[in-house]
T-cell receptor, first 114, second 111 residues
Framework: ETGVTQSPTHLIKTRGQQVTLRCSSQ?????VSWYQQALGQGPQFIFQ???????GRGNFPPRFSGLQFPNYSSELNVNALELDDSALYLC?????????????FGAGTRLSVL | GENVGLHLPTLSVQEGDNSIINCAYS??????FIWYKQESGKGPQFIID?????DKRQGQRVTVLLNKTVKHLSLQIAATQPGDSAVYFC??????????FGTGTSLTVIP
Protein backbone atom coordinates (compact mmCIF):
# COMPACT_ATOMS: atom_id res chain seq x y z
CA GLU A 1 0.00 0.00 0.00
CA THR A 2 1.22 3.47 -0.87
CA GLY A 3 -0.44 5.45 1.90
CA VAL A 4 -2.33 7.57 -0.62
CA THR A 5 -6.03 7.38 0.12
CA GLN A 6 -8.89 8.53 -2.06
CA SER A 7 -12.58 8.96 -1.39
CA PRO A 8 -15.13 7.99 -2.37
CA THR A 9 -14.24 4.75 -4.15
CA HIS A 10 -17.22 4.91 -6.46
CA LEU A 11 -19.59 7.68 -7.46
CA ILE A 12 -22.54 7.99 -9.79
CA LYS A 13 -23.63 11.39 -11.06
CA THR A 14 -25.86 12.71 -13.80
CA ARG A 15 -24.86 15.00 -16.63
CA GLY A 16 -24.61 18.64 -15.57
CA GLN A 17 -23.95 17.91 -11.91
CA GLN A 18 -20.84 18.79 -9.97
CA VAL A 19 -18.52 16.40 -8.14
CA THR A 20 -15.73 16.65 -5.56
CA LEU A 21 -13.13 13.94 -5.14
CA ARG A 22 -10.71 13.81 -2.23
CA CYS A 23 -7.16 12.64 -1.75
CA SER A 24 -4.85 12.31 1.25
CA SER A 25 -1.20 12.20 0.33
CA GLN A 26 1.41 9.86 1.70
CA UNK A 27 3.08 11.05 4.89
CA UNK A 28 5.90 13.46 4.10
CA UNK A 29 4.71 14.17 0.55
CA UNK A 30 3.90 17.79 -0.26
CA UNK A 31 2.90 17.41 -3.90
CA VAL A 32 -0.30 15.96 -5.29
CA SER A 33 -1.04 15.19 -8.94
CA TRP A 34 -4.39 14.19 -10.40
CA TYR A 35 -4.88 11.93 -13.41
CA GLN A 36 -7.90 10.74 -15.38
CA GLN A 37 -7.85 7.18 -16.65
CA ALA A 38 -10.46 6.19 -19.21
CA LEU A 39 -11.24 2.51 -19.62
CA GLY A 40 -8.46 0.71 -21.47
CA GLN A 41 -6.19 3.76 -21.51
CA GLY A 42 -3.24 5.04 -19.58
CA PRO A 43 -3.65 7.82 -17.02
CA GLN A 44 -3.83 11.38 -18.40
CA PHE A 45 -2.43 14.24 -16.33
CA ILE A 46 -5.01 16.77 -15.16
CA PHE A 47 -2.96 19.02 -12.87
CA GLN A 48 -0.54 19.12 -9.97
CA UNK A 49 -0.69 20.99 -6.66
CA UNK A 50 2.27 22.13 -4.62
CA UNK A 51 2.20 24.56 -1.71
CA UNK A 52 -1.56 24.95 -2.16
CA UNK A 53 -1.20 26.26 -5.70
CA UNK A 54 -1.62 24.72 -9.11
CA UNK A 55 1.80 23.78 -10.43
CA GLY A 56 1.17 22.59 -13.95
CA ARG A 57 -1.88 21.55 -15.90
CA GLY A 58 -2.66 19.12 -18.66
CA ASN A 59 -5.11 19.51 -21.50
CA PHE A 60 -8.29 19.71 -19.44
CA PRO A 61 -10.94 22.47 -19.50
CA PRO A 62 -11.39 24.99 -16.66
CA ARG A 63 -14.38 23.10 -15.28
CA PHE A 64 -11.75 20.79 -13.81
CA SER A 65 -10.37 22.58 -10.77
CA GLY A 66 -8.60 21.67 -7.60
CA LEU A 67 -7.46 22.64 -4.16
CA GLN A 68 -4.65 21.69 -1.86
CA PHE A 69 -4.84 22.17 1.87
CA PRO A 70 -2.12 22.98 4.41
CA ASN A 71 -1.92 19.30 5.37
CA TYR A 72 -1.17 18.56 1.67
CA SER A 73 -4.45 16.77 1.08
CA SER A 74 -6.23 17.73 -2.11
CA GLU A 75 -9.59 17.92 -3.85
CA LEU A 76 -10.53 17.61 -7.49
CA ASN A 77 -13.72 19.40 -8.51
CA VAL A 78 -15.48 18.87 -11.81
CA ASN A 79 -18.38 21.13 -12.79
CA ALA A 80 -21.02 20.60 -15.45
CA LEU A 81 -20.31 16.90 -15.74
CA GLU A 82 -20.34 15.35 -19.19
CA LEU A 83 -20.77 11.70 -20.15
CA ASP A 84 -17.12 11.57 -21.25
CA ASP A 85 -16.03 12.44 -17.73
CA SER A 86 -16.80 8.87 -16.74
CA ALA A 87 -13.42 7.45 -15.76
CA LEU A 88 -11.15 6.39 -12.94
CA TYR A 89 -9.67 9.45 -11.23
CA LEU A 90 -6.29 8.85 -9.71
CA CYS A 91 -4.40 10.89 -7.19
CA UNK A 92 -0.64 10.57 -6.83
CA UNK A 93 1.63 12.09 -4.22
CA UNK A 94 5.35 12.74 -4.37
CA UNK A 95 8.11 14.22 -2.24
CA UNK A 96 8.49 17.27 -4.45
CA UNK A 97 7.05 18.76 -7.64
CA UNK A 98 10.11 18.42 -9.81
CA UNK A 99 10.91 15.49 -12.00
CA UNK A 100 12.74 12.38 -10.85
CA UNK A 101 10.38 12.04 -7.92
CA UNK A 102 8.34 8.87 -7.86
CA UNK A 103 4.61 9.48 -7.91
CA UNK A 104 2.73 7.04 -5.69
CA PHE A 105 -0.87 6.43 -6.63
CA GLY A 106 -4.02 5.83 -4.66
CA ALA A 107 -6.63 3.25 -5.66
CA GLY A 108 -8.70 5.89 -7.43
CA THR A 109 -12.31 7.02 -7.54
CA ARG A 110 -14.51 5.45 -10.20
CA LEU A 111 -16.87 8.13 -11.52
CA SER A 112 -19.83 7.21 -13.67
CA VAL A 113 -21.79 10.01 -15.34
CA LEU A 114 -25.26 9.05 -16.56
CA GLY B 1 5.97 13.15 -24.44
CA GLU B 2 2.33 12.34 -25.17
CA ASN B 3 3.23 9.58 -27.59
CA VAL B 4 4.53 7.08 -25.12
CA GLY B 5 3.37 3.79 -26.51
CA LEU B 6 3.84 0.08 -26.23
CA HIS B 7 4.72 -2.39 -28.96
CA LEU B 8 2.38 -5.17 -27.81
CA PRO B 9 -1.00 -4.58 -26.16
CA THR B 10 -1.18 -8.13 -24.74
CA LEU B 11 1.38 -10.68 -23.66
CA SER B 12 0.88 -14.23 -22.42
CA VAL B 13 3.68 -16.19 -20.77
CA GLN B 14 4.01 -19.48 -18.98
CA GLU B 15 4.60 -19.39 -15.27
CA GLY B 16 8.33 -19.50 -14.59
CA ASP B 17 9.33 -18.01 -17.94
CA ASN B 18 10.82 -14.56 -18.33
CA SER B 19 8.64 -11.71 -19.60
CA ILE B 20 9.73 -8.73 -21.66
CA ILE B 21 7.47 -5.72 -22.03
CA ASN B 22 8.49 -3.00 -24.47
CA CYS B 23 7.80 0.70 -24.63
CA ALA B 24 8.61 3.38 -27.20
CA TYR B 25 8.72 7.05 -26.41
CA SER B 26 8.97 10.04 -28.71
CA UNK B 27 10.15 12.94 -26.55
CA UNK B 28 13.93 13.21 -26.70
CA UNK B 29 13.81 15.56 -23.72
CA UNK B 30 12.43 12.86 -21.43
CA UNK B 31 15.03 12.03 -18.83
CA UNK B 32 13.21 9.95 -16.23
CA PHE B 33 11.10 6.85 -16.67
CA ILE B 34 8.96 4.70 -14.40
CA TRP B 35 7.34 1.33 -14.89
CA TYR B 36 4.02 0.87 -13.13
CA LYS B 37 1.92 -2.24 -12.58
CA GLN B 38 -1.85 -1.88 -12.39
CA GLU B 39 -4.03 -4.71 -11.18
CA SER B 40 -7.76 -4.71 -11.74
CA GLY B 41 -9.54 -2.24 -9.46
CA LYS B 42 -6.32 -0.73 -8.15
CA GLY B 43 -4.17 2.28 -8.84
CA PRO B 44 -0.80 2.03 -10.62
CA GLN B 45 1.90 0.53 -8.40
CA PHE B 46 5.53 1.64 -8.73
CA ILE B 47 7.85 -1.13 -9.93
CA ILE B 48 11.13 0.45 -10.93
CA ASP B 49 12.50 3.70 -12.30
CA UNK B 50 15.49 4.74 -14.38
CA UNK B 51 17.15 8.03 -15.20
CA UNK B 52 18.43 8.88 -18.63
CA UNK B 53 22.07 8.74 -17.51
CA UNK B 54 21.67 4.99 -17.03
CA ASP B 55 21.17 2.13 -19.50
CA LYS B 56 20.09 -0.54 -17.08
CA ARG B 57 18.71 -0.85 -13.61
CA GLN B 58 17.85 -3.96 -11.67
CA GLY B 59 15.38 -4.61 -8.91
CA GLN B 60 13.99 -7.72 -7.35
CA ARG B 61 13.15 -10.00 -10.32
CA VAL B 62 12.82 -6.95 -12.59
CA THR B 63 15.24 -5.18 -14.89
CA VAL B 64 14.64 -2.03 -16.89
CA LEU B 65 16.68 -1.29 -19.99
CA LEU B 66 16.83 2.13 -21.62
CA ASN B 67 18.05 2.76 -25.15
CA LYS B 68 18.07 6.50 -25.69
CA THR B 69 19.32 6.20 -29.26
CA VAL B 70 16.11 4.58 -30.44
CA LYS B 71 13.96 5.93 -27.59
CA HIS B 72 13.04 2.50 -26.32
CA LEU B 73 12.42 1.14 -22.86
CA SER B 74 11.86 -2.43 -21.74
CA LEU B 75 10.85 -4.18 -18.55
CA GLN B 76 12.11 -7.70 -17.96
CA ILE B 77 10.45 -9.85 -15.33
CA ALA B 78 12.32 -12.98 -14.33
CA ALA B 79 10.55 -16.20 -13.39
CA THR B 80 7.11 -14.73 -14.02
CA GLN B 81 4.50 -15.66 -11.43
CA PRO B 82 0.68 -15.63 -11.55
CA GLY B 83 0.74 -12.57 -9.28
CA ASP B 84 2.54 -10.68 -12.03
CA SER B 85 -0.62 -10.74 -14.18
CA ALA B 86 -1.63 -7.10 -14.60
CA VAL B 87 -1.43 -4.16 -16.98
CA TYR B 88 2.02 -2.61 -17.17
CA PHE B 89 2.59 1.04 -18.06
CA CYS B 90 5.73 2.92 -18.84
CA UNK B 91 5.65 6.59 -17.90
CA UNK B 92 8.06 9.29 -18.97
CA UNK B 93 8.92 12.68 -17.53
CA UNK B 94 10.71 15.59 -19.16
CA UNK B 95 11.66 17.51 -16.04
CA UNK B 96 8.13 18.81 -15.52
CA UNK B 97 5.58 17.75 -12.96
CA UNK B 98 3.58 15.43 -15.15
CA UNK B 99 4.23 11.93 -16.30
CA UNK B 100 3.11 10.78 -19.73
CA PHE B 101 1.72 7.26 -19.81
CA GLY B 102 1.37 4.82 -22.66
CA THR B 103 -1.75 2.73 -23.22
CA GLY B 104 -0.36 -0.25 -21.32
CA THR B 105 0.43 -3.92 -21.95
CA SER B 106 -1.74 -6.59 -20.43
CA LEU B 107 0.38 -9.45 -19.09
CA THR B 108 -1.28 -12.81 -18.49
CA VAL B 109 0.65 -15.54 -16.74
CA ILE B 110 -0.48 -19.05 -17.59
CA PRO B 111 -0.08 -21.50 -14.68
Amino acid sequence: ETGVTQSPTHLIKTRGQQVTLRCSSQSGHNTVSWYQQALGQGPQFIFQYYREEENGRGNFPPRFSGLQFPNYSSELNVNALELDDSALYLCASSLAPKSKNIQYFGAGTRLSVL
Amino acid sequence: GENVGLHLPTLSVQEGDNSIINCAYSNSASDYFIWYKQESGKGPQFIIDIRSNMDKRQGQRVTVLLNKTVKHLSLQIAATQPGDSAVYFCAENDDGGQFYFGTGTSLTVIP
